[in-house]
């Protein structure tokens, strides 16, 4: 059981953090997921997606493209949202 702050943030329980080797600093994906909040290292997520996209690699190649497009937008978005 992890408590939430005051601010919203929580604590990763310490053999989770090694695990998934989050350091200090370290970017994770946060998202829902049938009512559950799932947090995935980049390297977790990026494994995730070759393994989706290795049967077909003519269109890994097109999908990454796109994925790299729609993360920018997010970010700048992102870093444009009121309050931040």
């Given at each position: 059981?992890?408590?939430v702050y005051e601010k919203g943030q929580i604590l990763i329980p310490?053999?989770?953090?090694d695990?998934?080797?989050i350091t200090p600093g370290?970017?994770?994906n946060v998202r829902?997921?049938?009512n559950r909040a799932v947090i995935e290292?980049?390297?977790a997520f990026l494994?995730?997606?070759e393994?989706?996209?290795?049967h077909n690699k003519s269109s890994a190649g097109k999908t990454a493209k796109l994925i790299e497009k729609s993360r920018k937008k997010m970010e700048e978005e992102w870093l444009h949202v009121p309050g931040r």
């Open positions: 059981m992890a408590e310490k053999y989770i953090r695990a998934l080797k370290s970017q994770v829902l997921e049938d290292t980049p390297a494994e995730e997606f393994r989706l996209t290795s």
